[in-house]
């Protein structure tokens, strides 16, 4: 029995963080440049890391033993909202304590895997108040959001955005429920906004069966995809080329390292061009990732505190 994305600790009740700012100057990186990682050769590894838990630092820490590589190629983070501002009766993005504390340190957070040749994007996810990627009630409204995603994508120094439909809980606080018109909207006054970053699709909930309207596709300006449901094989529905998708979903530490092998294997043999992982907390999981880059990559993966 699949095990339905993931076992998330929810962040509604935390005291909300202030977003007003995002319209500031990026915060710069400081200290010289690190020199990145060398390149390796395979599909491209995900991390999503609960920030609620968990530091963003350790993605960084895995390379490949033959080569000594990256593992990870990019690094989620996981997650801010789309809440629902009951007064101006709008979508707004919300970064809870946890979230605002990575970003506002990004210079010892986020910088240091950048330096690293690891990209860093952002996760927004829906937080039960009715607001969600799907529910936009015009095209003012959704590029109105984009625009502070990729004000904030900018202030912070980012590598892109992530989509991830859940929890919206559509219909609360008088909000409508999914229209076909909303994540196409979204979607393109994002990459609009933003034409040189990641934009990538957590593949589940409404947006992610709305993605063509009035005779425009959006599958196109996303960057990558992947399956949500951790432990399976799952071929993202949307008109990617094999090398931008993830079927595969692993929870790092929840997921048996014989399945991750398995899914990795087939990723391979299949030829698809990312693999997904999630849950990436700061024990040393070498075995567990290992059981992974070794179909993936042909190495082990070393771990350094």
Not at 5 to 25: C, E, I, K, N
Not at 37 to 56: D, F, I
Request: overall charge negative.
């Amino acid at each position: 029995m699949f095990t339905l994305v993931r076992s998330r600790v929810r962040a509604a009740v935390l005291a909300l963080s202030a977003v007003t700012a995002l319209t500031s100057g990026a915060i710069a990186a400081t200290g010289a440049a690190a020199a990145p990682a060398p390149a390796k050769q395979g599909p491209t590894s995900v991390a999503y890391v609960e920030v609620n838990n968990n530091s963003m630092l350790n993605v960084g820490k895995y390379t490949l033993a033959n080569g000594g590589g990256n593992v990870f190629d990019i690094a989620v983070i996981f997650a801010a909202n789309i809440n629902y501002d009951t007064g101006a009766k709008a979508a707004t993005l919300y970064f809870n304590e946890n979230v605002q504390r990575v970003l506002d340190n990004a210079a010892t957070q986020i910088r240091p895997l950048q330096q690293k040749g690891i990209k860093v994007v952002l996760s927004v996810l829906g937080n039960h108040q009715g607001a969600g990627f799907a529910n936009f009630p015009s095209q003012q409204a959704a590029s109105t959001f984009a625009k502070q995603l990729s004000d904030a994508v900018a202030k912070y120094g980012l590598d892109g955005i992530d989509f991830d439909d859940e929890y919206a809980d559509y219909g609360n606080n008088g909000t409508g429920q999914p229209n076909d018109s909303s994540f196409v909207y979204l979607v393109s006054a994002l990459r609009t906004d933003m034409p040189d970053k990641i934009i990538s699709l957590y593949n589940i909930g409404p947006a992610a069966s709305r993605l063509s309207y009035g005779g425009v596709d959006v599958s196109s300006e996303f960057d990558y995809a992947w399956n949500p449901y951790y432990g399976t094989w799952q071929v993202p529905g949307i008109a990617l080329p094999k090398s931008k998708l993830s079927p595969a979903a692993v929870e790092i530490g929840g997921t048996s390292q014989s399945t991750a092998a398995d899914l990795a294997r087939r990723t391979v043999s299949e030829g698809y061009g990312a693999y997904l992982t999630y849950n990436l907390d700061g024990n040393d999981r070498s075995s567990d990732v290992s059981a992974f880059t070794r179909e993936l990559y042909g190495s082990d993966a070393v771990y350094a505190p």
